[in-house]
Every structure is written in C-alpha cells, then in structure tokens.
C-alpha cells in the first residue's frame, strides 16, 4: 500500500523521483506527491489522482527529494492529504499506519501545532520537527512514540545533504551506484543494471548522504554492516509488450508462469523442506484475497489425495482467532507479493506458536520470504496488473506440488502434474471465446458464479476478479447451496456462470443451471464435460481440455479472467488499476 522512492546524488532528483513512482503505482495511486529540496529550500508538489498529474514537477531543480504514491487509508484521497508532509524545517513520506496518530496529534495540537491534512502519517513530521539533536537521532526519537506500521523517508532543511529512512513492519530498500544513493519501498522503484540494492530490516535506520556510501544503524543506532541482494535488474523493466493492457498480458504468461513454477521438491535444494512435508500431521494455510483461494484449492486437493486435516484460513482472521498450532503443524503463507500485513502477521503468530513456516510468494526478498523456514518461489515473473492473475496459476502449480509430496510422506499419491501443462496452453487458447459473453455482463444487476467441488473455488476466484475490476457485485457459490436462500436473487438481470469440471458432480450442479434458468437468469456454462453442451438451457458455453477435476481451478480460471477483464473495459474501467485498490496490501 503506498509506495516511496527518495533520492540524493549527482543528478536532478525530480526525473528520478517521479520515474520510480511511475513504477510503483501499482501499490496505490490516489493521489501522490513529491518534495525537492535546493539550497535548504524544500519544495513540495502534490496532486490527487496518478502519478502522472505531477508533470510539471519533472523541471524542479534539486539533487535530493522524497516521493510518495498513495492509497488512502486516514483521510480521503486528495490533495491536501497526500504525501510528503511537511512540519517545520521537516518533509515526511510514509507507508503503513501510526495506530496511535489520535493521540499523537491531540498531543501536538495541545502544544498549538497545527496539522494540514487528515492523515496519521503527518503527526510523523510534528514529532520530528520537535525533536533536538540530529535528524537520524530525531527520527530515531520519534519512532519510539510510534505505534504501528511504517516505512519513512525524511528530509530536514537543517542537513540539505541527507535522507534518514527507517522501517517497521512495511518494506523498505536502500541503493546505490555512482550517481548517488536511492530508497523506496519496493526494490523495482530502484532496480537498475550495475545498482547495488540493500533490505532494510525491521527497526533498522539508514542515512543516504551525498558523496557517501549509505550507512545502516540498528534500533540503537549501532551501524550494521548490509551485504547486497542479488537481484536481476533485467527482470524488473515491465512492458506490456505489444498488449493493451498488463492484466491481458499476464493472462496470457499464464502457462509459462506455471512451467516455471512447478517445483521438485525431491531435488536436492528442497530435500530438507520435503522431510517436513513428509512428517507434517497439521497443514494450516493463511493467504489473503486471490491467494487465500488458491490455498482452498490446496486445501481440497491435500484432503482427497493425502487425507490430511489441512485447514485453509483468511490471515485477517486466522491472527485474532487465538489458533490452535499443535507440534508439527506446518503453515503455508500464501502472498503473490510477500508482503500482505495480514498473512505476514498469521505467519509470525504461527511461528511463535512452533510451526515451521512455508512461504509461497513471487517477490524474492520479501517479507514474508524473510520470516519463514522455507520457501518455495512462483516464478510468474512481476505482475502489474493490481488484479492477480498468473500468480494465481503459479501458486496452484507449486500448492499442489506440495500437497503432492505431503501424499507421498503419507504413503498415498496425487495424480501428475505434468498434464496439466498443455491443458493450460489450451485452455487459454478457448479462454478468448467468453469475449462474445460480454453484452450479457455489462448491464447486469448481479452475477452468480457457481461449482462444486474445486469448482467451488475456482466460482469465488471468478467473482472476486469480476468484482475488482468491473464493479459489478457478484457471488461466486457452492451450487449446492443456492436453493438455500440465494435464488431469491436470480431473476433476468443475473447472469449465472456455471462451472462444471467433474464428471461425477456434473448432473448436481447441473441441477442449479436448471433452477437459475427457470427463474430467467441466462446461463454460461465453462466445462470438460462434454456432455452437459447439450444442456438447452445453456446460453454459450466454453468447452476446455480435459484434466483431474481436483486440479481444474488450473483451467477453469482462465476463461474466468478473461471475462472479468472483458467485462471491465466493456464498462469503461481500468483493468489494471482498479479503483480503491492497490496491488500489496501492507496495511491491516
Ligand atoms: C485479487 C487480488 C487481491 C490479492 C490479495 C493478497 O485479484 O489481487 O485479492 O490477492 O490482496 O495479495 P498477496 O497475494 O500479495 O498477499
């Protein structure tokens, strides 16, 4: 949520600041701002909307400055809100939440300062500025106060050649090369070829001084030595290459983002993972969003081929449900960017707890990566889209693998994944027909989505992608269960897309097709089934390849993403920056 980039060196800091932002949009962009400082002179120019609506700050001189990209979480998406903020001789950019802002404020305003925005992050630049000594300590001073999550860039009109940066519980970067030192709060705001990149861990400080190398100090401002991560600039240049937009672009890097994915785990580097894959008798999964579905669709998948109690839960819920975490219980923490607040603080409660901690993520050196016991990557390769699309596939390709090996420990077997590989080439191939679906969708009051079984997940997966980028409402539902209450809703208005992928629940979920159609809802079918093509009642329908029904969220979910991307631009929208969204949801 949010995303910071600072800069201090040799060359002209705005052109810096506002192309790291532009590549940090992803993580919020509601409003944003920067502030450039020039013989003691800070100037700060905000907007409310994107990124590029901070143009004409482009020709700001200044060789030092701190930027900002915001999603709003205190205070409503505008201009006198967004970041950086200023108090005194102190400039401020910031992530996270000040859970204590209330009190801090009521404070300072106690004191007769007054305060520009509505914001918690501002009362961050009130406790600077009232601080003695220098800016590292000030800061350091101030973030004793501080309850909460933050990552924090400040400048100070008293040392116009430094920034002081410093984290808690919000990811934070630290660079440099011979044209000066960077900060930002997600390594591709900064990555570039020959640039050394260094992870600022938790409570840790950092001062980036013109002419120096950075230097790093501990929560007690001893200096830390940082070795520099091994990442690949190369990766990190997104395009959309030739595609309209990202969100398509991903869909379509689905099946590479699965080959790649696939893990051995028998393979020397996961051996000691497999061991405990092997012996673990209690599997808790927490994700959120997109990823807490593709743990439901492992959870399905340990519990028909290992038979093992696994249990699939929403982080948000799972830290505050006090859970029972029995010896040898594994966690497997679920986050397309390693960095959800939610699942990084399920993870952690589990570990104090004496589980091992499995992290499934597609950042390397993310949070979460740096928090558990092991690790195994998706390598979908960055996605920019803010809706998850090829992660999704990707952690379906690797949580399988691993309910796989838990099977195995247990004596039992999955079926292979290899199969699953040209079904997914094909299944994207047919997923472009739901195109013609469209003109059902656009004006719709509601959709249903509905399935059983791994079909069931792949429904709440469908909906939750309509949902974020078309804003239409929708439910994705057992099929089972609509009769219970639910088909109250159908009426003409409601298209209902039926997901049908196992043979043996074909004719029950059949039957809900049976009963939404009765009541004028006009049905989409996407299926392996070929026998339910016959279905009259069915308005259009998408047939794909065959695969293990357990599997099928693998497939399924490609016609399903593509409609919801369909369906957006049809209504207008920007598929790949929804509104009220953002793609690293660092907040709680
Ligand atoms: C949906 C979506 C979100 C994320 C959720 C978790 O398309 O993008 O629901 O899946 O915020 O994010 P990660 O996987 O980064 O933990």
């Known amino acids: 949520m949010c995303g910071i980039v600072g800069y201090v060196g040799e060359r002209r800091a705005a052109p810096i600041l506002l192309d790291g932002l532009q590549r940090l949009e992803y993580r919020g962009y509601d409003s944003a701002g920067i502030a450039v400082m020039r013989g003691g002179q800070i100037t700060v120019v905000r907007r409310k909307g994107r990124v590029k609506g901070l143009s004409e700050a482009r020709s700001l001189e200044g060789k030092i400055g701190i930027g900002h990209t915001r999603w709003a979480t205190h205070g409503a998406p505008s201009e006198r809100n967004a970041h950086p903020h200023v108090c005194g001789k102190i400039c401020i950019v910031h992530n996270g939440i000040i859970e204590n802002a209330a009190a801090l404020r009521t404070a300072c305003e106690a004191r007769g300062e007054l305060f520009a925005s509505d914001t918690d ?328 989505f509905l399935g059983r079984g791994a079909d069931y997940f792949a429904a709440l997966e469908g909906s939750l992608k309509l949902k974020e980028i078309s804003y239409l409402p929708s439910e994705g539902y057992p099929a089972g269960e609509l009769k219970h209450g639910t088909l109250a809703l159908v009426d003409g208005r409601t298209p209902v897309v039926a997901i049908v992928t196992d043979p043996v629940l074909a004719d029950k979920t059949m039957n809900a097709v049976h009963e939404v159609y009765a009541r004028g809802a006009a049905v989409f079918l996407i299926t392996n089934v070929p026998e339910c093509l016959s279905c009259a009642e069915v308005t259009a329908s998408v047939l794909l390849p065959k695969c293990e029904p357990a599997y099928s969220p693998m497939i399924t979910s490609l016609p399903l993403q593509m409609l919801a991307y369909y369906v957006a631009i049809a209504r207008g929208n920007d598929p790949d920056k929804p509104r009220n969204l953002a793609k690293s949801v660092t907040v709680e």
């Not at 839960?313 to 859970?323: G, H």
Request: net charge negative; with cysteine; charged share 20%.
């Open 121 to 448: 992050s501002e009362v961050i630049a009130h406790l600077i500025a009232a601080e003695k000594g220098d800016l590292l300590h000030a800061v350091r001073a101030a973030c004793e106060r501080m309850v909460g999550s933050y990552a924090v860039a400040v400048l100070s009109q008293e040392e116009p050649e430094t920034i002081v940066c410093t984290r808690r519980a919000s990811p934070l970067v630290v660079g440099c090369d011979g044209d000066g030192l960077y900060v930002a709060s997600d390594i591709p705001a900064i990555a570039a070829k020959g640039r050394k990149v260094y992870v600022l861990e938790d409570g840790e400080f950092s001062v980036l001084r013109q002419g120096r190398p950075p230097r790093f100090y501990s929560g007690a401002l001893l200096p830390v030595e940082k070795t520099e991560i091994d990442y690949d600039a190369a990766e990190d240049v997104p395009a959309k290459g030739g595609f309209r937009h990202f969100m398509k672009k991903e869909i379509a890097e689905v099946p590479e983002a699965v080959s790649r994915s696939l893990p051995d785990l028998r393979k020397g580097e996961y051996s000691a993972l497999y061991e405990v894959l092997c012996q673990t008798k209690y599997l808790h999964i927490v994700a959120c969003g997109t990823a807490y579905h593709s743990g439901l669709c492992m959870n399905y998948v340990t519990h028909r081929f290992a038979r093992l109690p696994a249990e699939a839960y929403v982080a948000s819920e799972y830290r505050y449900m006090d859970p029972i975490v029995p010896a040898d219980t594994l966690l497997v923490a679920v986050s397309q960017s390693g960095e959800t607040a939610d699942t990084l603080a399920a993870a952690a409660l589990a570990k104090e707890r004496g589980a091992k901690v499995l992290a499934v993520t597609n950042v390397p050196y993310s949070s979460l990566e740096r928090l558990s016991d092991f690790v195994l990557p998706t390598y979908a390769g960055r996605e920019i889209a803010v809706a998850a699309t090829k992660s999704f596939n990707a952690q379906l390709a690797v949580l399988y693998a691993v309910a796989g090996a838990v099977a195995a420990g247990r004596g039992l077997s999955a079926p292979p994944l290899a199969p699953l590989l040209p079904a997914v080439r094909e299944a994207l191939a047919m997923a472009e027909q739901v195109r013609s679906w469209v003109p059902y969708f656009v004006g719709a009051k509601s959709v249903f």
